[in-house]
């Protein structure tokens, strides 16, 4: 219960239950990263709302010691902008995972990104449901086995980032739960973005789908199968950074080229990241090993586009009401 | 300015005419022919000349059905006259035919030797056929037991409308205000309200303005010199005796939408409304939305679960959040009603009722979903229960239903009804301050603070605005811990509040009035016991049957969940009960599940309100039984 302080510590935003995510989780590192983000966002404590769906990831807003609620199956996205729009000078943001934001909920996702309601989406993508015991998810990887896909799973994949940009999102950003310093960048530019930010978080799930994301969380396989996003400057990855992306005109699709040496392209001919090209971002998001590195950080931010929510609800006036009643066609009976 | 003497449109000067205490009209046609255009312009005229009166539209769930058939079309009805009117009429001594499907369908409604005035123009062999006449009922006899007035309303509002420049089709479509206008004629009604409306909605069409002007007046010249005789005399509904003051008329919908943005004003709230377009509720929004008032805001989710939840999520903030919807609506938002019964925080549901199971009938009323209301949910989720009984009623009860939200903070269905909610009639404008305040105090004390900690008179958690220091907490829809508000899945923690819950709904009988008896005494042979919309007929049959020298009393039920206080002793004092429904028994059971009393039922889903006469003979043969 501590109020704002000059300069809070993430401890600060620990609430004083215990969290009960299974031990390995990366529901842990996510939930620090986001602890230790609010402590330096200089945001009042008691202006944070956490809105929550169902799943493993719904429960961290109890885990917050900020305003929480944990809502029902996919519908948090809707909940949070009752919450907004019922009071928009609080600091909103969401919580959700794949199967909750995407499948049972995906509608509500649709259509709070297009509407840009000013509040954070974070969606843990661990490619399973966890807290229904392993049953594959809408993002799960063809061929996944699961109580209800014994032979393997055979429907294509939904992509979070994808999705979100097709939902007309002006904000959309990837992050890893293995790279806790990577996480809060992301959710420092979610926050500073007015309007609804999408943020994809893997999330590995020890118990049901552990290692989904070992080519991109891996040592020694990371480095070629992930690029991390920086605005403005030459898409380079790899090892040594000895890798780079090119765009094909031909086929309008993207092309790992080698950067230097004899053989490699030079830097200049590489393509520079322009969060703010939308065109660009589809492809960014569409991005997958082995053919191509996963993208890292902020896909797509439109500055341009920002919501413009006023900040003072005042209550019904009885006055304006009266005027209602008797607005129109009104007659008198008798004398006053 | 109209071409006509308002000194004819004098009491006196009717009083000349032959004098009725109450009549029954009902406009009938395609329904691109704008009869309920007609009918609510009608309306507004008798209101102002000083008549009670009730109204029924009823219209296809198609926008445009195909013209001519029987399934398109649409009707309005108005009673109107000088002693109380509580319902639409059960037949229509008037009925206006703007075509044979129109005819056929509306005819077997008719009064005996009603009036029928027939528009000729469109008995054409297509639209006979289409209606499913063999031969023109205006040959055959088959109209003989009654007073026909057959014209050729579209030839001659043709005609009218010459010289104005209008095509063929536009020139057709001024008809319904040629016939609205022989009826203004014929019931001394001053056309020009209508004229001055004519003039505002056509403002940027000088052509459509001056046709449709030109139209109304020729009906309305058509009666002044065709001498219609006894087929269509001129009628005098004397004025009804109105308490002095402001009226207007007023819409069910209407009337939520005022006394929901009231009741926020008295709790001293914002208001978000969040709703999905389903008929018959869209009307709450389309009003609302019209609205600039900074304290509302208004939403148009993306389906029915996302407007209850972020009405939910409105409330939670420290708005108040509302959502409205039909039956079909309802059930979709009825996991998020569970989730505020959890997580108790006030909301009003409005479930403008209609006819079901699935989409059902769309554009009729029915009482179906009271057991939906009262046990729809998984788990055992109490709610506070209302019912408006007439079109002005439903302001107080949306009011009523913000102040139990806020007070006990839980949600409160509102249960309205297609009939309630398209039905007009006249209102005495209240004064906002005959109602008490109840300003919401948020809780700011951090001190002691646990989020589930209960107020010991009402049974309610404190409300606490987010956005307050010292005051954070969580809140969800898992079992939380009696004390601490925390996740709890002890078992003896699960019993306590369940019965929490249960208690703190049934606590709220202390807060609304005990039951009255609308009509007749609190004991006696028989008490005829209704709810919701049915209030108007019900009380008319029971007044008629008590003045044939009947014991019959008549018990209207407003607040259906907790009933009030003493209903189950009322109930005990007669001997037997009749509870009419517009649906296939369900108050019936809950009375006697809940007070073990010899309940009748009486049930009708004809998609229509009960009819006064059915109504006093079920309650003749309950007597005699």
Known sequence: ?336 | MTGLNNAEYSTEAMAAVEAVEAVVVRFAGDSGDGMQLTGSQFTRATALAGNDLATLPSFPAEIRAPAGTTFGVSSFQIQFGADAVATPGDAPDVLVAMNPAALRVHLPDVAPAGTLIINTGAFTERNLARAGYERSPLEDGSLDDYQVVAVDITQRTVEAVKGFGLSHADARRCKNLWALGLMYWSYGRDPDATLEWINEKFAEREDLRSANRAALLAGHAYGETAELGPALPRTHVPPAEQAPGRYRTVTGADALTWGLLAGAGKAELPMVFASYPITPASGLMHTLSALNEPGLTTLQAEDEIAAACAAIGASFSGSLGVTASSGPGVALKGEALGLAVSAELPLVVVNCQRGGPSTGLPTKTEQSDLYQALYGRNGDAPLCVLAPATAADCFAMALEAVRLAVRYMTPVLLLADGYLVNAAEPWQIPELSDWEDFPVRFRTDPGDFHPFLRDAATGSRPWVKPGTAGLEHRIGGLEKDFDSGHISYDPDNHQRMTDARTDKIRRVADAIPEQDVAVGGSKGDLAVVSWGSTYGAVNQAVRRSRMKGRDVAHVHLRYLNPFPRNLGRLLEGYDRLLVPEINNGQLVNVLRATFGVNAQGLSQVTGEPFRIAHLENAIKETLEA
Not at chain 1, 62 to 83: D, N, S
Not at chain 1, 173 to 188: F, S
Not at chain 1, 280 to 301: D, F, H, K, R, T
Not at chain 1, 313 to 333: I, T
Request: with cysteine; net charge neutral; proline share 7%.
């Open chain 1, 1 to 336: 219960m501590t109020a704002a302080t000059a300069s809070p510590k993430p401890a600060d935003f620990a609430s004083d239950q215990q969290v009960r995510w299974c031990p390995g989780c990366g529901d842990y590192a996510i939930l620090k990263g986001i602890q230790k983000t609010l402590a330096g966002l200089g945001v009042p404590q008691e202006n944070l709302v956490f809105v929550s769906g169902i799943g493993c990831s719904s429960r961290l807003p109890y885990y917050l010691e900020t305003y929480g609620f944990h809502t029902i199956h996919g519908r948090a996205p809707a909940v949070a902008t009752g919450v907004k729009l019922g009071n928009p000078a609080l600091d909103v943001w969401v919580i959700t995972g794949d199967g909750d934001g995407l499948s049972i909920g995906g509608n509500h996702l649709m259509h709070v990104l297009r509407r840009n309601i000013d509040m954070q989406i974070l969606l843990f993508n661990n490619e399973i449901y966890g807290l229904t015991k392993g049953q594959v998810s809408p993002t799960s990887k063809p061929g996944t086995r699961s109580p209800t896909s014994p032979r393997g799973a055979v429907d294509k994949p939904v992509m979070p980032a994808r999705f979100a940009l097709g939902a007309g999102a002006r904000f959309v950003a990837r992050a890893v739960d293995t790279d806790p310093k990577a996480l809060r960048c992301v959710l420092e530019r979610a926050h500073a973005h007015r309007g609804a930010s999408l943020v994809e978080i893997y999330q590995n799930c020890i118990v049901y789908n552990d290692q989904a994301f070992a080519d991109i969380t891996q040592r020694g396989r990371a480095a070629n199968n992930t690029i991390r996003l920086r605005h403005g400057e030459p898409m380079r990855f790899g090892t040594n950074g000895d890798r780079g992306l090119v765009l094909d005109p031909a086929s309008c699709a993207l092309r790992v080229v080698e950067v230097g040496g004899e053989n490699g392209v030079p830097e200049s001919e590489l393509l520079v990241h322009d969060e703010r090209n939308a065109a660009l971002a589809g492809l960014l998001a569409s991005m997958q090993p082995p053919e191509l590195p996963v993208a890292l950080g902020v896909i797509y931010c439109d500055p341009e586009d920002q919501s413009g929510m006023d900040t003072v609800r005042s209550p019904v006036q009885l006055a304006a009401v009266d005027r209602l009643l008797n607005g129109g066609h009104v007659w008198r009976v008798g004398e006053e």
